[in-house]
């Protein structure tokens, strides 16, 4: 995890810095927030961690300044100034966590990775939503098992899933039968060819809401879909 770091003072920032960089974290420290975007490119850090006094500019602007540009970016503000509008100050200029001083070391790395971890799982599931297919008018996500229409969004099975990426691999074209049955089943015996046939009935009535998405049957030999 990459911590950028500013505080003024200079004895507390050294302890803090070399208190993070022994449980493994890398960390930029900075005494004030001049060049503070410049630093920002060139680091790319994970969290912010802010002192909310400073010379020059405080923190409160910095958090506003860096909220413009980076507005999913983790700020943590340490502070003595802990008054309940201060608080609110803080938050309002973009802070996800406020830390009173002086403050545990302990509790600071507890709140680092837990800031770390919650911004991790927001990431992976924007990552998920925007791993799609179009299919006509559908959003087919297969991370999510979930083929979303303006009318509907349906929650689809596993193999009902690989089924429609081993239909779009071959959009408008034919997908043959028995590859389908091979790759999906593993043979095509007779009873999973009958599974074939109630998923593709499955997937038709899915696929409803949109007229110019078909799945066509070419009898014994395969399905094509299309999407005009």
């Given amino acids: 995890m990459r911590i950028l770091y500013i505080e003024d003072e200079i004895s507390l920032a050294r302890i803090v810095k070399e208190s993070l960089q022994s449980r493994g974290f890398e960390v930029t420290h900075m005494p004030d927030g001049a060049f503070l975007l410049d630093k920002m490119k060139d680091f790319q850090p994970d969290i912010c961690l802010f002192d909310v006094m400073l010379p020059n500019k405080d923190g409160f602007t910095l958090a506003k300044e860096i909220r413009e540009m980076y507005p999913e970016l983790p700020i943590v503000f340490t502070t003595a100034k802990v008054q309940t509008k201060d608080v609110l100050e803080g938050f309002e200029a973009g802070a996800n966590d406020y830390l009173k001083k002086p403050f545990s070391l302990e509790e600071l790395i507890v709140r680092l990775n837990n800031l770390y971890k919650l911004t991790q799982t927001k990431r992976n599931k924007s990552t998920v939503e925007e791993n799609y297919l179009?299919?006509?008018?559908?959003?087919?996500?297969?991370?999510?098992?979930?083929?979303?229409?303006?009318?509907?969004?349906?929650?689809?099975?596993?193999?009902?899933?690989?089924?429609?990426?081993?239909?779009?691999?071959?959009?408008?074209?034919?997908?043959?039968?028995?590859?389908?049955?091979?790759?999906?089943w593993g043979d095509d015996s007779f009873f999973n060819s009958r599974n074939l046939d109630v998923y593709i009935t499955k997937l038709r009535h899915y696929f409803r809401h949109d007229e110019k998405v078909q799945i066509l049957t070419l009898k014994s030999v395969g399905y094509r879909l299309i999407d005009r």
Wanted: glycine fraction near 2%; proline fraction near 4%.
């Fill in 134 to 184: 179009l299919i006509g008018e559908y959003y087919f996500y297969p991370e999510k098992l979930e083929l979303t229409h303006p009318n509907e969004t349906k929650r689809i099975s596993y193999r009902e899933c690989q089924l429609i990426q081993l239909l779009c691999q071959n959009k408008n074209e034919l997908t043959s039968r028995k590859h389908i049955l091979d790759t999906l």
